[in-house]
């Protein structure tokens, strides 16, 4: 669908967003002169220093070009060639990267039916039956999406949880978290809470959802898996020529917690719609919101109206849930609009 100024905000994304304003100016910054390629340049060298300051000293940190391509990385950096990804079935890398992680990765992929798109300890120890069975794939890895794809959020404990019961297995833990600083808002805690401090192994850390153009990182917390990460960052199309651009944004977001700014005024704003929904005839709310993302449900003829005058999207037509995504640069006006034609669409 073409998108033009007849559109008001959209809610479809928080990849519908522009730019914010001081990503911009370091992209402008970056842009005097002339500077090594390929990540050999100050602004990269800063970036990766941002890295170890908000999640440890032990942590490294990669820039690449998009969140697939971050998983995509992350992923192969823990897995031989018979191995499986342990994920909830509602997880991007088996819902919305085409396939990439068999294609690419050459793996298999162990989806759990979930509820709230929420991995469980135990749901790790049900797909370990075949570790040794030369007949089957080998779990390697548990993957989860924080926030979720549902909008729910792991706590610093449930991800802990986690990680003791995937390295207890002798598996590692490896997080999507191309809305990791919504989750951290969420939590009122700092990033390294949900990733350094509470095992996780390699975890990618989204930009563009949260003010960026075009900018993810792969953060490594296993010393033994960094040294393979140039090369196949290399292998993936991901290693960008004019690295300069992609790093200065990352460090823009990790400066004075812009990053946390972003997400947090995201969050305010998709609460304020789901608090908004209450009264209203047929709507309601179909997972708890714990992020930027509102899933509700709506009769049929509310949704067809509403599609009219509103980018957003299906989650599951079948169930009438819809998907209504905030970002940094959504207003409370923008909201309360929503609201209003949302409450006579249901009239």
């Known amino acids: ?28 910054a970056a842009n005097d002169g002339d500077a090594p390629a390929y990540g050999r340049d100050r602004w990269t060298a800063a970036f990766e220093e941002g890295i170890k300051e908000v999640f440890g000293p032990d942590a490294e940190g990669f820039a690449v070009l998009n969140g697939a391509g971050a998983n995509m990385v992350g992923l ?4 031989g060639r018979y191995d499986a990804i342990v994920c909830a079935d509602s997880a991007h890398i088996a819902t919305h990267e085409a396939g990439a992680a068999e294609r690419l990765l050459g793996v298999k992929l162990m989806t759990i ?17 075949g570790i040794g069975n030369h007949h089957e794939s080998q779990p390697a890895v548990v993957s989860i999406s924080q926030c979720t794809e549902l909008g729910t959020t792991y706590s610093a404990e449930e991800i802990a949880a986690l990680a003791e019961t995937a390295h207890e297995a002798g598996l590692r833990l490896h997080v999507d978290g191309a809305r990791l600083a919504n989750a951290a808002a969420f939590l009122d805690c700092d990033l390294k809470a949900i990733t350094t401090d509470v095992g996780v192994d390699v975890f990618s850390f989204g930009g563009t959802k949260n003010g960026a153009l075009a900018a993810e990182a792969v953060v490594v917390l296993d010393s033994e898996l960094t040294r393979a990460v140039p090369f196949l960052r290399r292998q993936s199309l991901q290693l960008a020529s004019k690295m300069r651009f992609i790093s200065a944004q990352l460090s823009a977001l990790l400066t004075n917690d812009l990053w946390r700014q972003n997400a947090d005024h995201a969050n305010r704003m998709a609460t304020r719609l789901a608090g908004g929904l209450e009264g209203i005839a047929g709507v309601s709310l179909a997972y708890p919101v714990q992020s930027n993302a509102v899933f509700a449900t709506l009769p049929p003829t509310v949704a067809t109206t509403l599609l009219q005058r509103y980018l957003f999207h299906y989650w599951d037509e079948a169930t009438g849930v819809v998907r209504w995504m905030t970002a ?4 409370p006006d923008h909201v309360d609009d929503f609201l209003d034609d949302l409450r006579k669409a249901a009239m």
């Open 76 to 79: 192969a950096l823990m897995l």
């Open 1 to 28: 669908m073409l998108i033009d100024s007849t559109y008001p905000k959209s809610f479809a994304s928080d990849n519908h967003a522009g730019v914010h304003p001081d990503i911009l100016a370091a992209m402008a």
């Open 328 to 331: 940094f640069d959504t207003t």
């Open 113 to 129: 039916p979930t509820a709230q798109g929420k991995l469980q300890p135990d749901d790790i120890k049900a797909r370990l039956g």
